[in-house]
């Protein structure tokens, strides 16, 4: 058995295992573009891969692809120190070799390169029991923060319980900027030095420096992120919001999504919560996905309520899902850094929905 990453030149190979191996018409067996700003472009790519390859493992027995992997290579923020990190996707093997050790042996490629962390996100039940056979931890559902702009026309977009989102007030902005103002442009210096001088050092999760967020959202091939900046009068950076609007399929309407929220403290937390309402004022809903209660506390201050264990609205929109309607997720930290963390509880944690592929198009 090989396994190994894809090259460049075996582009047309992977697409056609992704479709034939994963999903029929998956966007990532069509798509060149997406494969290469995801597996070719993300910012710690060049530590483990090769000029000429791709973050993207295969399984070969006798010239036979039998199992993928996907790894996006990141640099991970542990309290401010810089280290290597991995997000997994599309990890199967072809159903007569799953009793080879060839997902392991997939898995295993990863861990060799000496990850602090690795996270799946957006994995189905199966995958969990798996992960938890390893000791990874495992949430059942990552934490979502909803902002109802609409009722009515959420009602009767989607087929929800009523009394649910009952619980749910329409979202209220109050937006008093004093001495803070927004902004759109994002300087690189100045949001490095913000960062890790000050918010890298409170939290632990994949580095949100500008090389990451220039690659995942300024420079993404298809979708359009608002990105949010709140600073003082002087120019201080004082924190950052980044979200986009989602069309639902077969229909006019939108919802928010929003995948950034970072904040130096509750004044400036409550002014980028109060610019994405005004952002999304056109939209039925906005939702966040977020690890850490203490980052959504802004957004809670303009209504947005966390959903309880039972989900209140779908997640999937392209098309409206409602068979899947929460995200479930898996954590892998090495040793040294678990026995000094509690992932499920720390509220240092910052992984978002902004992290692994899962806001890409479908």
Not at 168 to 176: P, R
Not at 178 to 186: A, D, F
Not at 210 to 234: M, T, V
Request: with cysteine.
């Amino acid at each position: 058995m090989q396994i190994s990453f894809f090259k460049e030149s075996n582009i047309d190979e992977l697409k056609l295992a992704i479709n034939d191996i994963w999903a029929k018409n998956h966007i990532l067996s069509k798509e060149d573009r997406l494969i290469e700003h995801m597996f070719k472009k993300s910012p710690a790519h060049n530590k483990i891969c090769g000029k000429n390859e791709v973050s993207f493992l295969g399984a070969w027995d006798n010239g036979k692809i039998i199992g993928l992997l996907g790894v996006l290579f990141l640099e991970v923020n542990v309290r401010g120190e810089k280290e290597l990190g991995a997000c997994l996707t599309n990890w199967i093997v072809i159903p007569e070799y799953r009793n080879t050790g060839a997902g392991m042996a997939l898995l295993d490629k990863v861990i060799e390169s000496n990850p602090s962390m690795i996270l799946s996100l957006g994995i189905n039940r199966s995958v969990a029991k798996l992960y938890q056979l390893m000791k990874w931890k495992v949430f059942q559902n990552v934490p979502r923060w909803i902002g109802l702009v609409d009722r009515n026309k959420t009602l009767e977009m989607f087929n929800v319980n009523a009394e649910a989102l009952k619980l749910f007030n329409e979202i209220t902005s109050n937006n008093k900027e004093g001495n803070i103002r927004i902004s759109n442009k994002l300087d690189k210096d100045k949001w490095n030095d913000f960062y890790w001088n000050g918010i890298a050092k409170k939290t632990l999760g994949f580095a949100r420096d500008f090389d990451f967020l220039n690659w995942r959202y300024l420079d993404h091939p298809y979708f359009n992120y608002e990105i949010i900046i709140c600073e003082s009068i002087i120019g201080q950076y004082l924190g950052l919001a980044v979200v986009r609007k989602e069309k639902i399929e077969s229909s006019n309407l939108t919802v928010g999504r929003i995948v950034e929220f970072i904040a130096e403290d509750q004044v400036a937390s409550i002014l980028l919560a109060n610019k994405i309402a005004e952002f999304c004022s056109d939209v039925l809903f906005i939702d966040f996905y977020c690890f850490s209660a203490e980052t959504a506390k802004g957004l809670e201050s303009i209504g947005f309520k966390k959903e309880m264990k039972q989900p209140v609205l779908p997640t999937n929109f392209q098309p409206v899902d409602y068979k899947v309607n929460n995200m479930m997720a898996s954590v892998y930290l090495k040793p040294s850094l678990l026995n000094n963390v509690d992932i499920l509880c720390d509220q240092a944690w910052y992984v978002t929905k902004g992290d692994s592929d899962q806001d890409r198009p479908n």
